[in-house]
């Protein structure tokens, strides 16, 4: 556990098409920023394109971050 409380969850990139259920935080500018400054082990980064988020309607969500050790 990370000093500000936060458990530290790391996703393992799968096969293209392999479906997998996470639950999805969707955070303000503000608690981003405190999330980058309080979390120095983890770096910010963007998810790459081929690697789409889908809600469960299949919206599929862009700009999907994910913090990297």
Request: aromatic share 10%.
């Amino acid at each position: 556990m990370s000093g500000p409380g936060w458990i530290p969850w790391a996703p393992k990139a799968g096969d293209l098409g392999v479906r997998c259920s996470y639950e999805v935080p969707f955070f303000d500018v503000e608690t981003l920023a405190v999330l980058d400054a309080t979390e120095p082990n983890y770096h910010r980064s963007a998810l790459p394109a081929e690697r789409d988020v889908r809600l469960e309607d299949g919206q599929v969500l862009e700009g999907v971050d994910l913090y990297r050790s």
